[in-house]
């Protein structure tokens, strides 16, 4: 059985960092794209950032330069970076490869 589950998240003022970080167990290829979408209360699930199986990266216009994806394949895990969190950043972030969704994680970012 397929499982995504991120850990990592929190409260943060803002100008913070947290590092998310999603586990993959189960038969999803180590090399799928792995991406992280985040929902505020309220909004829509938005991408991210998204990481390709030649390792090519997309983030989201507004997070570029303050959040970095990176997996290790070994350890079939995906991570996100964040840095200099505003709080616009703040929602639920799930991981996600095609097909499978995690279950979230929470992050709020005080002013």
């Known amino acids: 059985q397929v499982q995504l589950v991120e850990s990592g998240g929190g409260l943060v003022q803002a100008g913070g960092s947290l590092r998310l970080s999603c586990i993959v167990s189960g038969s999803i290829s180590s090399v799928s794209t792995m991406s992280w979408f985040r929902q505020a209360p309220g909004g829509q699930r938005e991408l991210v950032a998204a990481?390709?199986?030649?390792?090519?990266?997309n983030y989201r216009a507004a997070v570029k330069g303050r959040f970095t994806i990176s997996r290790d394949t070994a350890k079939n895990t995906v991570s996100l970076q964040m840095n200099e969190l505003k709080p616009e950043d703040s929602g639920v972030y799930f991981c996600h490869s095609p097909g499978y969704w995690g279950k979230g994680t929470l992050v709020t970012v005080s002013s």
């Open positions: 990481i390709f199986p030649d390792n090519e990266i």
